[in-house]
């Protein structure tokens, strides 16, 4: 397994508008890790963590400054296009889009150009595969897609991103609206998903953090202020021996 | 007020909203059964499949039924892209601001506007000042006018009722908001629209003070869109006001039925559609 640094976040100040919400975020993603961002609601989580492939710009007017580095360059100076397909993104509430299995999965590379049929049935095996869905699903491919349940849903959302061959994935809060069976597929799948690509995702169940993820960022506001880093670190140190008073107080549950 | 009069008054309330509800029933069902006892002679393949004939307009409605399917098919080519684009603008790409508002302002406003208004705007317009007579292509553009609206609302609302998490999802894969619109937006919303086209439909196929003074009377089949023709209701309009009444009944059940097709249609989408979104939310 590669430690190179895939994502390098410094000094990273975000503003809505004149509002800072995030100030002086430092961390690092290695390749084939899975970072947690954790943190009470509010916190900027999920905001830190779409800045990573700019979905923020789209949609609410933030403001970032600081370095985000992919493979040691500026984000900012990716294509917005080709930085999204780079880096995946997983929503909380499963988008499934009102098409069949199939199209939910092929929508990705079509938009970049892939028409011929052949190349896009092998990429949405290669996908529905990945995203542990192929068994379950190879039968009715051409079935609509709103009928799977929640966590099917979530899983089909991961082949989307997936068949553009991400080197990131974004998860925000994406098990938070399923069950516990339906949550345990998905953190088995992050973690195979590791081999080929790696992971950040932002949750505020910190058992999953604790389970589930590599390195731990604990972010935190202090009453009226931006939200900073806490304490970054292995996960295993963050829950165990936390350097932070704050942290173990947050992660035992007695505050936040 | 002591609990017996409070269950009176309750009893009396419920017994007066049924004699409403039965008042505006039996209304509907004597009209209908009415016009339908008087011209059900329309239901017969001669009526539909021939033209009128001799100077009492005997014989059959066909060459109206094409002015009819012809301008309202017209008038759809024309104004379900127009409509459907300003709905893409006006829910995908206006904010919000004093220009939008003026601009949804402008269209409640055309809603309101009288039909006979946009008649006489179009028989200025479109036949005298662009000179395109009385034809299918005059009388669409002035119903293009008219309809504009409806298409126009329902499909922004159709496009609002897109769930932002399609966009996002769309969006994260690095598609451009054009690709998002296109590719995401407009399939899932493309019912509503259907819905809005069919409500249009059905107001352009009834429609007279507008199509009278700008398609014209002709009672022929029109070929070319530079032709004029007689609609089904324009023809209903000229009957009743010479005093062929008994043929006007038969024209009339021939729009009512036509126009129940449209209800029909538009309800079932809608239905459709509703569900759709329903099953979603769970």
Redesign the interface.
Same mark, same amino acid.
């Given at each position: 397994m590669k430690t190179t640094t895939l994502l390098e976040v410094s000094k990273v100040n975000i503003h809505y508008g004149t509002n800072c919400v995030l100030e002086d975020i430092d961390f690092i993603a290695p390749a084939h890790t899975i970072t947690a961002i954790i943190g009470p609601s509010g916190c900027g989580k999920s905001t830190l963590l779409r800045s990573f492939?700019r979905?923020n710009e789209?949609?609410t007017k933030t403001r970032r400054t600081g370095d985000i580095l992919l493979e040691g360059r500026e984000i900012n100076d990716y294509d917005?296009?080709?930085?999204?397909?780079r880096v995946?993104?997983i929503?909380q509430?499963p988008?499934v889009?009102?098409?069949t299995i199939y199209e939910n999965v092929a929508?990705?590379p079509?938009?970049?150009g892939t028409r011929k049929k052949s190349e896009l049935d092998e990429i949405v095996e290669e996908s529905l595969t990945g995203a542990s869905l192929w068994k379950e699903l190879k039968d009715r491919l051409h079935k609509r897609a709103?009928?799977l349940s929640g966590g099917q849903k979530q899983r089909l959302?991961i082949a989307?991103?997936l068949a553009?061959k991400p080197e990131i994935i974004l998860f925000d809060e994406a098990t938070a609206s399923l069950d516990p069976i339906s949550t345990q597929k998905i953190e088995d799948l992050m973690h195979r998903l590791k081999e080929t690509t790696t992971i950040i995702i932002a949750t505020h169940n910190m058992k999953q953090a604790a389970r589930a993820s590599d390195n731990t960022l604990f972010l935190m506001a202090e009453e009226g202020e931006p939200s900073r880093v806490v304490e970054f670190g292995p996960t295993e140190l963050i829950f165990t021996n936390p350097k932070v008073e704050k942290t173990e107080l947050y992660i035992t549950g007695r505050f936040g | 007020m002591t609990s017996v009069m409070r269950k009176i008054v309750d009893r009396m309330m419920f017994a007066l909203f049924i004699f409403i509800a039965a008042v505006v029933t039996a209304f509907l069902v004597y009209f209908i059964f009415y016009i339908v006892s008087r011209g059900y002679t329309a239901f017969s393949w001669t009526f539909l499949s021939t033209a009128p004939h001799g100077i009492k307009m005997e014989g059959g409605v066909l060459p109206m039924i094409v002015s009819s399917v012809y301008l309202t098919l017209l008038t759809l080519l024309i104004a379900v892209p127009l409509g459907v684009g300003g709905g893409i603008y006006l829910a995908e790409y206006a904010g919000k601001g004093r220009i939008v508002e003026s601009i949804r302002f402008a269209i409640d406003l055309l809603s309101s506007v009288p039909s006979i208004v946009f008649g006489l705007f179009g028989l200025v317009l479109f036949v005298q000042v662009m000179g395109l007579k009385y034809s299918m292509l005059a009388g669409a553009l002035t119903l293009t006018l008219m309809v504009l609206p409806i298409i126009l609302k329902i499909s922004e609302e159709s496009f609002r009722a897109v769930?932002?998490?399609?966009r996002? @999802?769309?969006?994260?894969?690095? @598609?451009?908001k054009e690709?998002t619109i296109f590719?995401?937006v407009l399939?899932?919303a493309i019912a509503g629209i259907l819905t809005g086209a069919i409500l249009a439909a059905g107001r352009a196929f009834g429609e007279t003070a507008a199509v009278l003074y700008t398609a014209g009377m002709a009672p022929l089949a029109p070929v070319s869109p530079l032709e004029g023709g007689r609609t089904l209701s324009v023809h209903l309009y000229l009957l009743a006001t010479t005093g062929h009444l008994e043929e006007a009944y038969r024209v009339a059940v021939v729009l009512l039925v036509i126009i129940l097709l449209f209800n029909l249609a538009s309800n079932w989408i809608m239905n459709r559609y509703r569900r759709?979104f329903v099953?979603?939310a769970i």
């Open positions: 492939n979905t789209l949609i917005p296009l080709d930085l999204r397909a995946g993104m929503f509430k988008a889009l009102p098409t929508v990705g079509r938009l970049y709103e009928q959302a989307r991103t553009l | 769930p932002d998490a399609y996002e @999802a769309s969006l994260a894969l690095g @598609a451009t690709q590719r995401v399939p899932t759709k099953s979603e």
